[in-house]
């Protein structure tokens, strides 16, 4: 029997994607972890390429009639090294997890030291989280930030390299709004003799513009998502030296995934072609104008913020002195239009499950087009929002506003089901 075609369309899977379609365009995106995509992407991540499987590299593969597949895979890992200036670069893994998963298979044994950011202080759960398999395979040790300052604390991130003499070291984060010094994680390294890995993948997009340092001249391994701010399909890649590329590659395939996601690398060649053109990097420029605006926002409407302020995309806030944790923060919220995330704050007493912490992220409402003057009123629908965050009638009105309001961003109007 031939599947359908499109004059049959499916009513109940049409139905559901006309709803999350609706729901990105009439709500305001502010988790830190999201983006829009272009219609180009979206277009390329729908292709032809998702019928062929192609196990194995270029000039390398296990089926036949890869030919084609070959050719975007090197059109896309050149996209990549031309845009981060690696010298290696692997487009296959499917998600950022499995990229931090090969990484660490190609130069750990189960059972060796890694030193990663303790989750609570920003880090991420595969920097050896117990509910990861980076805690159940290895063992862990952590560095965080200051209590005072709410920075990384660089002394304690040596002081535990020597004390614990990782195999692997991890910088990055999932909720540190600042800069990170990667030379100082290079000294930490090089001390105890150590790998260096960074996990760019929230600020991915700001290193391809300049607005960030680049891991990749001190980094034994860089890996990535490709969505975040580099604002391309959901999936991940890997940078790293030469000397690696073999390790790497075979963790990849045959080590953790069987064939790519062909029609997947095809839209992360479009967003890398996307992010080599000088417009981009206006883009990761209002990204922390519009950042930074509503860090201001906040703060001068009595909000802390965690480490003051931001450097990046995310914003963290600290809910405590609002008697409100990042749980109802999250709720009220999302009644009113405002899509965002609870999140732990360094030194959290409450639990990953309730948090006293927010997290805002400006990438998605800059690829819509709004600007700082913009960021003034999400910031007002934000502060009246968690003021009445039990008042259901007036979430439903905010409600009502953000929709209009998002009415003068259009997202995908060419777009339909």
């Given at each position: 029997?031939?599947?359908?075609?499109?004059?049959?369309?499916?009513?109940?899977?049409?139905?559901?994607?006309?709803?999350?379609?609706?729901?990105?365009?009439?709500?305001?995106?502010?988790?830190?972890?999201?983006?829009?995509?272009?219609?180009?992407?979206?277009?390329?991540?729908?292709?032809?390429?998702?019928?062929?499987?192609?196990?194995?590299?270029?000039?390398?593969?296990?089926?036949?009639?890869?030919?084609?597949?070959?050719?975007?895979?090197?059109?896309?890992?050149?996209?990549?090294?031309?845009?981060?200036?690696?010298?290696?670069?692997?487009?296959?893994?499917?998600?950022?997890?499995?990229?931090?998963?090969?990484?660490?298979?190609?130069?750990?044994?189960?059972?060796?030291?890694?030193?990663?950011?303790?989750?609570?202080?920003?880090?991420?759960?595969?920097?050896?989280?117990?509910?990861?398999f980076s805690g159940q395979l290895y063992k862990t040790?952590?560095?965080?930030?200051?209590?005072?300052?709410?920075?990384?604390?660089?002394?304690?991130?040596?002081?535990?390299?020597?004390?614990?003499?990782?195999?692997?070291?991890?910088?990055?984060?999932?909720?540190?709004?600042?800069?990170i010094d990667f030379n100082k994680f290079r000294e930490?390294?090089?001390?105890?003799?150590?790998?260096?890995?960074?996990?760019?993948?929230?600020?991915?997009?700001?290193?391809?513009?300049?607005?960030?340092?680049?891991?990749?001249?001190?980094?034994?391994?860089?890996?990535?998502?490709?969505?975040?701010?580099?604002?391309?399909?959901?999936?991940?890649?890997?940078?790293?030296?030469?000397?690696?590329?073999?390790?790497?590659?075979?963790?990849?395939?045959?080590?953790?995934?069987?064939?790519?996601?062909?029609?997947?690398?095809?839209?992360?060649?479009?967003?890398?072609?996307?992010?080599?053109?000088?417009?981009?990097?206006?883009?990761?420029?209002?990204?922390?104008?519009?950042?930074?605006?509503?860090?201001?926002?906040?703060?001068?409407?009595?909000?802390?913020?965690?480490?003051?302020?931001?450097?990046?995309?995310?914003?963290?806030?600290?809910?405590?002195?609002?008697?409100?944790?990042?749980?109802?923060a999250e709720k009220a919220l999302d009644k009113a239009?405002?899509?965002?995330?609870?999140?732990?704050?360094?030194?959290?007493?409450?639990?990953?499950?309730?948090?006293?912490?927010?997290?805002?992220?400006?990438?998605?409402?800059?690829?819509?087009?709004?600007?700082?003057?913009?960021?003034?009123?999400?910031?007002?629908?934000?502060?009246?929002?968690?003021?009445?965050?039990?008042?259901?009638?007036?979430?439903?009105?905010?409600?009502?506003?953000?929709?209009?309001?998002?009415?003068?961003?259009?997202?995908?109007?060419?777009?339909?089901?």
């Amino acid at each position: 029997m031939s599947p359908k075609d499109d004059h049959c369309p499916d009513p109940q899977l049409t139905a559901i994607l006309r709803h999350e379609l609706n729901r990105q365009r009439s709500k305001l995106e502010m988790i830190a972890s999201e983006n829009f995509v272009s219609e180009a992407v979206l277009r390329f991540g729908g292709s032809v390429f998702t019928n062929k499987y192609s196990e194995g590299y270029p000039d390398n593969r296990y089926y036949g009639g890869c030919e084609w597949a070959d050719e975007l895979e090197s059109l896309c890992q050149a996209r990549a090294k031309k845009l981060f200036g690696c010298e290696h670069v692997n487009v296959q893994p499917h998600c950022g997890s499995s990229a931090n998963m090969a990484a660490f298979f190609s130069v750990l044994k189960p059972g060796e030291t890694i030193l990663g950011m303790n989750l609570a202080h920003g880090g991420h759960l595969t920097h050896g989280a117990p509910v990861s398999f980076s805690g159940q395979l290895y063992k862990t040790s952590f560095y965080g930030v200051r209590e005072d300052t709410e920075l990384i604390d660089y002394d304690d991130l040596l002081a535990k390299a020597e004390a614990t003499r990782p195999k692997l070291i991890i910088a990055g984060g999932s909720a540190y709004p600042r800069i990170i010094d990667f030379n100082k994680f290079r000294e930490a390294a090089d001390r105890v003799k150590a790998y260096l890995m960074v996990d760019m993948a929230h600020f991915a997009g700001l290193v391809a513009a300049g607005l960030f340092p680049s891991p990749v001249p001190l980094a034994d391994i860089v890996t990535t998502t490709t969505h975040k701010t580099l604002r391309g399909p959901r999936g991940g890649m890997i940078l790293c030296r030469k000397s690696l590329a073999k390790a790497i590659d075979e963790q990849i395939f045959p080590g953790i995934q069987g064939g790519p996601l062909m029609h997947i690398v095809a839209a992360k060649a479009a967003a890398l072609a996307e992010a080599l053109e000088p417009d981009f990097i206006d883009y990761q420029r209002q990204i922390v104008k519009n950042s930074q605006r509503l860090a201001t926002h906040l703060i001068d409407a009595g909000y802390r913020l965690v480490s003051g302020g931001t450097d990046t995309h995310l914003i963290l806030v600290d809910l405590r002195s609002k008697k409100l944790t990042g749980q109802a923060a999250e709720k009220a919220l999302d009644k009113a239009g405002v899509t965002a995330n609870k999140n732990a704050i360094p030194f959290d007493r409450q639990s990953y499950a309730v948090t006293s912490g927010l997290r805002l992220g400006t990438a998605a409402l800059t690829t819509r087009g709004l600007v700082e003057k913009d960021m003034d009123v999400v910031a007002d629908y934000i502060i009246e929002a968690l003021r009445h965050h039990e008042d259901d009638a007036r979430l439903s009105k905010i409600r009502q506003r953000v929709e209009d309001f998002t009415k003068k961003f259009p997202l995908y109007p060419n777009l339909d089901f």
